[in-house]
């Protein structure tokens, strides 16, 4: 259902544009003729938009586990997925996960400043948000808050992170999985190869968010249908960027 969610909060947000815009100058275009039809389109955004954000997230609960993210992640209120086939082994597939770097992901550096913008030439600790160019990406997140939570060579790696709405409370894998009290939610990430023919693979990447308690759960789902359409574009470049480089690089 985000994907509805997301598509009402976004028609909203455009409604507001288009709304004040209209305050301004009647867009005729949009039959909005009047400086009192432009308001009746403010409050009718406001209420789509406002909709979008309020409906309830509830809880998704894995059947069967399959991977090590359905282990870990059993019980969820936010994911998304998505999937990619590569012409090349699982062993490639996996070794170009470990070292794309943020340059190789088209339009990743741009989409992370717009979430975290940062003033030209301040520094910032080095995080995922700011990944330099020339360093894998995971090696950056795994420096800079994310765990390691699960690795499988050659099928999944999982990682993850809090990524609302205190202080981390957690050192290890061990204390971030084993975490349920309130008020946090925690992000966990995976790539899983699975081999296809002998010679391509199947690449899934899945995020999950499990929410602590009902005011965390609320707080993160505005976030959430914020950012859902960069987080879902960031996915597919780093998918793209991974399918190229275990493509070219050479066979053993």
């Not at 209420?47 to 894995?62: H, K, N, S, T, Y």
């Not at 936010?78 to 082994?89: G, N, T, W």
């Not at 995971?138 to 690795?151: H, N, R």
């Amino acid at each position: 259902m985000i994907l509805v969610e997301v598509a009402l909060v976004y028609a909203g947000l455009a409604g507001l544009v288009a709304g004040l815009l209209s305050l301004i100058r009647p867009l005729s275009v949009l039959r909005v003729r009047t400086r009192r039809a432009a308001v009746k389109l403010l409050a009718a955004a406001a209420v789509l938009a406002g909709v979008g954000f309020a409906l309830p997230a509830c809880d998704i609960r894995v059947a069967r586990a399959v991977t090590r993210l359905d282990a870990i992640v059993p019980v969820y209120q936010f994911d998304e997925l998505h999937q990619i086939r590569v012409q090349a082994s699982p062993a490639r597939v996996f070794a170009a996960i470990k070292a794309v770097t943020a340059s190789e992901i088209r339009l990743f550096r741009l989409l992370t400043w717009i979430r975290s913008p940062s003033l030209p030439g301040t520094k910032r600790r080095e995080d995922i948000l700011d990944a330099p160019a020339d360093k894998p990406i995971l090696q950056v997140a795994l420096a800079s808050g994310f765990l390691l939570l699960a690795e499988e060579p050659d099928r999944e790696i999982v990682f993850g992170t809090l990524v609302c709405c205190g202080p981390a409370p957690v050192r290890d894998a061990a204390g971030f999985i084993a975490l349920d009290r309130p008020g946090y939610a925690k992000a966990v990430m995976n790539f899983t190869v699975r081999a296809e023919t002998h010679a391509s693979s199947h690449l899934t990447t899945q995020t999950r968010v499990f929410a602590t308690d009902a005011s965390s759960r609320r707080r993160f789902a505005v976030y959430w249908r914020l950012i859902y359409p960069g987080s879902a574009l960031i996915r597919r470049m780093w998918l793209d960027a991974v399918k190229r480089r275990a493509e070219s690089a050479p066979s053993s």
